[in-house]
């Protein structure tokens, strides 16, 4: 018995060792004296004993291991690597690496997580977000601008010029605002809020135009010259990136630049000059963003260089330059039409244009560093402009859709409280939470100078997913209200831009199923980029103790993944007490599990996971949940934890958390090899899968929540622009909630009334004059209940037009009725 008690005791203190990550030598001395004991205490054969200090002489020892296990090991690992390409490679060295590393170690820390500054605004750019924003707000009307004039108005041109919308992020020293990465996100997400056309105006000069390009890259004589244009919109820059043969594979775009000697004007001078070095630029672009109105032209192509006029190598790489739009050649101008979408949106072409050297973003030092430019700064703007208009479209659909569903009443109650209709309005909520949540922790991390890019795929995909799903939920609660488009239905403009959104900055099924894992697997995992960087430079020594650390580190997150597992992981310590500290056990239990399964996956399909995009994309699934689970609980701590956001906290967390776990059931479910499948399952399901989605009462508390003013709901639409106008058509919600939550208890006294036969009228404004004659109600409850009913039926009422004249006025016969 004593050596079955000691094999135990040696497996659990091996366990433990395992599961608190300490040094091999430990687990190598504990195995030792194991050994010894049985050797001498129990007589067992000395060869045994043997055979496991030559074992763990070659684990221990460097010089022996790398001539034994590693060396070996080196020389089939660089065989089996499949090689990066250029642009593969510039897109695992941009950017940086942040929180997302921590839930790649299958142990994060919440201390950490919770020492990130809560993003805030400056008095400045609080000034400007309630002032020169909310007049802008104001100034727009959507209808108008995506139905008549396809255009937003001169006099908002105007002001979003004069007022440094275009400079927000361009620095203090050149004539721009210089806000916060936050400040920036929360101006878009007001003005989305109001005008999608607006917000992408606004959003694509301050992180997708060359003003950033210019910022981190351009030449003193670049930035002195444009960043002041650009800041006060004398210049209105776009990019072209994408062309018609190649859109997700940006690497391979088919534009070309000939380096040459040649002559050109200078548009901006009129200068002409002769016999310059510079480059023959051929080129076709689409679908570029204020590409028919720009003054500058950021233009993407590849170099060649056959003449070798600027050295020794002929295929230069991607190179960005800034051309004039005026320039000799260049053809812009005409116009797509994105959905029902009115932002300026086109094509641009031109064949054998020549532009001097100088024209290359950053100069001639810069040449082939594009790729890796646009990299860095699209992982910059993945994290603001399209998350940002989907957490303005979370917010209007909590907003509106609440409302309307207290306003809109069926059978003597208000719809919200159908519990189908509940049921969506909880859906509406915790998503916005979600989104809102995901871009602020991504917002600290790019306030603090990282560039998170793994993190701003993450921030792309779901963002824009949870907007269609919430877009699409709000529809149905809505209606009919929501399907005759006019002036009045302020979610079907948003609902047919969506595809936009899903489609530009990265296609969502490319950023699934290939760049969130793929770049995360490499970037964020804390090993897997030594070991490559090691295969590729040839280095065995910086090979072998990455190899060591990572087998160590699969071994630790597969003991972590049992116990946690059995034990539910109530034995972590939580950083917190109360309702969300077991949100935090079950984040450190699923963020092992994750590790493990990556180091699995990678291990038994090695290079082929690359193409096994659907498991590649439940891998991305898992990390991108574990990073909302843990951005709603940073969200909640921020705000001060309050009570009346429990179930936003708790739908956003549980949420994420059973989505992670189906994204594992799934991923194990089509593994190919089913015996490593089945293992691994018992590994992170020892007592199968225990989590559940959140409890139906979560999202009722939710809804009632959004279909009153409440302090909640006040925080979850914070950053919405709300127009005070009684006929505004967003406007009058407010008005109109109020007005029937007052009048609530007297219309069910009224009802009462007609159903006990005291009220005897046909229509409903005759019954409620008859209460009034009869005394069942007094003179000023007469008044609320008319003010209350127009107001519900101005929001309830759809337009309508005159069936004969093309692009009417909206019928107004409505109006007078009550």
Request: charged share 20%; proline share 5%; hydrophobic share 45%.
């Amino acid at each position: 018995m004593s050596i079955f008690i000691c094999i135990i005791a040696i497996v659990v203190l091996l366990g433990a060792l395992a599961y608190s990550r300490a040094p091999l030598w430990w687990s190598s001395l504990l195995l030792l004296v194991g050994a010894a004991f049985a050797v001498f205490q129990q007589g067992a054969n000395p060869i045994w004993a043997g055979i496991l200090l030559a074992v763990l002489i070659v684990l221990n020892l460097k010089p022996i291991r790398r001539i034994v296990l590693t060396g070996p090991l080196f020389g089939v690992f660089r065989k089996i690597t499949p090689a990066m390409s250029q642009t593969e490679q510039e897109a695992v060295d941009a950017g940086t690496v942040w929180w997302d590393r921590d839930l790649f170690s299958g142990k994060p820390d919440f201390a950490k997580l919770h020492q990130y500054n809560a993003p805030k605004l400056s008095a400045e750019e609080e000034a400007f977000l309630n002032g020169p924003t909310e007049t802008l707000c104001a100034m727009l009307n959507d209808w108008e601008i995506t139905q008549k004039t396809k255009d937003l108005p001169p006099e908002a041109w105007d002001f979003i010029k004069k007022n440094g919308f275009l400079g927000l992020i361009i620095k203090k020293e050149f004539g721009g605002k210089e806000f916060s990465n936050y400040a920036h996100a929360r101006v878009v997400t007001k003005i989305a809020t109001r005008s999608g056309s607006a917000a992408v105006t606004v959003m694509v000069p301050n992180s997708l135009g060359p003003g950033e390009l210019l910022q981190h890259y351009g030449t003193a004589e670049q930035k002195n010259y444009y960043l002041p244009r650009l800041a006060i919109g004398e210049e209105i820059p776009c990019f072209a990136l994408t062309s018609p043969e190649a859109g997700s594979d940006a690497g391979g775009i088919p534009d070309f630049g000939i380096v040459t000697r040649g002559s050109y004007t200078d548009p901006r001078t009129g200068v002409f000059y002769d016999n310059v070095l510079g480059i023959r630029l051929t080129w076709e672009k689409r679908y570029i963003t204020l590409g028919p109105v720009a003054t500058i032209l950021g233009l993407a192509f590849k170099l060649y260089d056959p003449e070798q006029l600027l050295g020794d190598k002929e295929d230069i790489g991607i190179t960005c330059a800034l051309i004039p739009t005026t320039h000799e050649g260049v053809e812009i101008g005409r116009r797509h039409y994105p959905g029902t979408s009115a932002f300026q949106n086109g094509p641009n072409w031109g064949k054998d244009v020549f532009i001097p050297m100088d024209w290359v973003i950053g100069g001639q030092d810069f040449v082939g560093k594009g790729w890796k430019m646009l990299v860095e700064c699209l992982s910059v703007g993945r994290c603001i402009s399209l998350p940002a208009m989907s957490v303005a479209t979370g917010m209007l659909a909590s907003y509106t859709t609440g409302a309307y569903a207290r306003i809109r009443s069926q059978f003597g109650l208000s719809i919200g409280r159908f519990e189908g209709v509940d049921e969506a309005l909880g859906r509406i909520g915790g998503y916005t939470y979600q989104m809102d949540a995901a871009q602020r922790l991504a917002l600290t991390a790019l306030d603090s100078g990282e560039k998170p890019s793994v993190i701003s795929g993450i921030l792309k995909y779901h963002n824009t997913e949870k907007m269609r799903k919430t877009l699409n939920d709000a529809m149905d609660v809505h209606g009919g209200k929501a399907v005759c488009i006019g002036p009045r239905n302020y979610l079907a403009l948003g609902y047919h831009a969506i595809p936009v959104a899903i489609t530009v900055e990265g296609a969502n099924i490319l950023t699934r199923s290939m760049i969130i894992f793929g770049q995360g697997a490499i970037r964020s995992h804390p090993f897997v980029l030594r070991e490559l960087k090691a295969a590729m430079s040839k280095d065995l020594v910086a090979f072998d103790d990455a190899v060591m650390g990572h087998i160590g580190f699969a071994i630790s997150n597969m003991v972590r993944s049992i116990w946690l597992g059995l034990t539910g992981a109530r034995f972590v310590v939580a950083p917190v007490d109360g309702p969300t500290a077991q949100n935090y056990r079950d984040i450190v239990r699923f963020s092992s599990a994750f590790a493990f399964l990556a180091d699995m996956g990678m291990a038994t399909l090695g290079g082929s996971l690359k193409f096994k995009e659907k498991l590649s994309a439940r891998l991305g699934d898992m990390l991108s949940n574990l990073y909302i689970a843990t951005a709603a609980l940073k969200k909640f701590h921020d705000d001060g934890q309050p009570k009346e956001d429990r179930p936003l906290v708790r739908w956003a967390v549980e949420t994420a958390l059973y989505d992670c776990q189906e994204a594992m059931h799934g991923f194990l479910a089509n593994h190919p090899n089913r015996a490593i499948a089945w293992f691994a399952r018992r590994v992170v399901f020892p007592c199968g899968m225990t989590l559940a989605q959140p409890a139906d009462r979560v999202g009722t508390r939710i809804a009632r929540n959004l279909m009153e003013p409440s302090a909640s709901r006040d925080r979850l639409v914070q950053f919405m622009y709300r127009s005070p106008d009684e006929t505004d058509s967003v406007g009058v919600l407010e008005h109109a909630l109020k007005a029937v939550i007052a009048t609530e208890g007297i219309e069910s006294k009224l009802r009462r009334a007609q159903r006990e036969g005291q009220l005897k009228s046909i229509t409903a404004k005759a019954r409620l004059q008859e209460a009034l004659s009869l005394g069942l109600i007094t003179t000023d409850e007469h008044a609320e209940i008319v003010r209350a009913r127009r107001l519900k039926r101005e929001v309830i009422m759809v337009d309508d037009f005159d069936a004969h004249l093309e692009n009417a006025d909206v019928d107004a016969i409505h109006r007078s009725i009550v």
